[in-house]
């Protein structure tokens, strides 16, 4: 079997300031990928995922291990391996006061490739009023949808996306998986996406990382989004920091991130118990109710401390 990607017992660590050892956020990281395979990275914040993708994307060197990429040696041979790999990030940037038609062609001299299919993907995505435009004007959405173009631009054999999906809104995020569900024809494909629909869709395959940077399993897509064990997600914004214990009065299976709570319900009578409690607490400043997510599952696992 012919592999595009395989790694052995990659490590990489961080200095903190202040501490007088490094803290490792990769640990023993070993997979093989086989070619033309879709796979996806699920985890827990601290888990390592966008840690894993830099150094494949060859931003980061690793501490430990050793990788090889369609055939090159991910450290000794950098520059051949950045000819085969696209990477899409959220931490790209732009300059804000170029428009969007000047940062394509921008971006296209940096990488010594043609803009057309980045101009071809924001004509599909209906966005060829905006070429004019600077991107300081723009919204999440329109610039990870900016982003995404220009990490067409190369057509690479491998492609490595990282939360592409993420700000976009329901209909946006069905054109891009209408997209990518063609585009990623004959090649081979790692993501980091926190939606089931969107990995369920893309991937054939999971690789669910622990907090500590460490492979817990292997899987197939499907397997994994079959074993939720909840239909529905409650997300609620309050206006303050939230207690453990507040939520528990709410309702007891939840997690806290990023200063929203997310209460997790199995049918829709407890979905709407929820909505009442959220109500009667009254200290929020909006809800919102989805889909069960992989994020939340990862959030799920993890055990709430006590306050």
């Known amino acids: 079997m012919m592999y595009a990607v395989t790694a052995r017992r990659l490590a990489k660590d961080f200095k903190i300031p202040g501490a007088s050892e490094p803290k490792r956020v990769l640990d023993n ?19 390592g995922k966008t840690t894993l993708m830099k150094i494949l994307a060859t931003l980061y060197l690793p501490d430990e291990g050793d990788c090889s990429i369609l055939g090159y040696d991910l450290v000794t041979e950098e520059a051949e391996v950045r000819k085969l790999i696209s990477f899409v ?49 723009f919204s999440e959405g329109q610039k990870a949808l900016t982003r995404l173009a220009i990490g067409l631009m190369k057509d690479a054999p491998l492609v490595l996306l990282d939360e592409v999906t993420a700000t976009l809104d329901v209909n946006r995020k069905e054109q891009v998986i209408e997209f990518l569900s063609t585009y990623l024809n004959g090649k081979t494909m790692i993501m980091v996406d926190h939606d089931s629909q969107v990995v369920d869709r893309l991937c054939e395959r999971v690789m669910i990382l622990n907090r500590g940077g460490t492979v817990a399993r292997i899987m197939q897509a499907h397997d994994l989004i079959m074993e939720l064990p909840y239909k529905y997600e409650i997300i609620m ?3 303050k920091k939230f207690k453990k214990s507040e939520a528990r009065r709410i309702w007891p299976d939840f997690g806290l991130f990023g200063g929203k709570v997310r209460f ?7 979905v709407r118990g929820i909505i009442n409690r959220i109500l009667s607490y009254g200290n929020f400043t909006k809800f919102e ?16 401390s006590d306050d």
Do not use: Y
């Open 29 to 47: 990281i070993t997979f093989s990928l086989p070619m033309h395979d879709k796979i996806a990275l699920v985890g827990p914040n601290g888990s």
């Open 89 to 137: 990030s959220p931490g790209l940037d732009f300059h804000r006061k170029l428009t969007l038609r000047e940062t394509l062609e921008f971006f296209a001299r940096a990488q010594k490739a043609s803009p057309d299919p980045a101009f071809e993907f924001i004509e599909i995505m209906n966005l060829t009023h905006k070429l004019n435009d600077r991107i300081e004007s």
């Open 237 to 239: 914004t309050p206006k």
């Open 264 to 270: 997790f319900a199995q049918k829709e009578s407890e």
């Open 289 to 304: 109710v989805s889909g069960a997510s992989l994020h939340a599952l990862s959030i799920r696992a993890a055990k709430p």
